[in-house]
Nanobody, 120 residues
Framework: QVQLVESGGGLVQPGGSLRLSCVAS????????MGWYRQAPGKQRDLVAT???????NYADSVKGRFTISRDNAKNTVYLQMNSLKPEDTAAYYC??????????????WGQGTQVTVSS
């Protein structure tokens, strides 16, 4: 059974920092591309950052220079370091694991989400 378990969310003041973690089980972690997405109330789920199995990274324009995604394959964990947080970063943050296959549908798994609230 595949599980992605996020942690590290919470309430933080504007300008503060948080580090999200996502521990994966039930998959061969080092062959999966990993990502963080977020969803604010009443809005669609949007990409925040992704990291490939080869550790290439990609960021949404809104978080470039403030957020950093990383992975530790030995711990089956992906991280999201969030600095200089803004109220508009408030959302539920979801971990994603994705593996593309040739000729068949991709494997696509999601965590349960962790809430990040940026407010004074």
């Amino acid at each position: 059974q595949v599980q992605l378990v996020e942690s590290g969310g919470g309430l933080v003041q504007p300008g503060g920092s948080l580090r999200l973690s996502c521990v994966a089980s039930g998959i061969i972690f080092n062959i999966y591309d990993m990502g963080w997405y977020r969803q604010a109330p009443g809005k669609q789920r949007d990409l925040v950052a992704t990291i490939t199995k080869g550790s290439n990274t990609n960021y949404a324009d809104s978080v470039k220079g403030r957020f950093t995604i990383s992975r530790d394959n030995a711990k089956n964990t992906v991280y999201l370091q969030m600095n200089s947080l803004k109220p508009e970063d408030t959302a539920a943050y979801y971990c994603n694991a994705r593996k593309l296959w040739v000729g068949v549908a991709p494997n696509d798994y999601w965590g349960q989400g962790t809430q990040v609230t940026v407010s004074s």
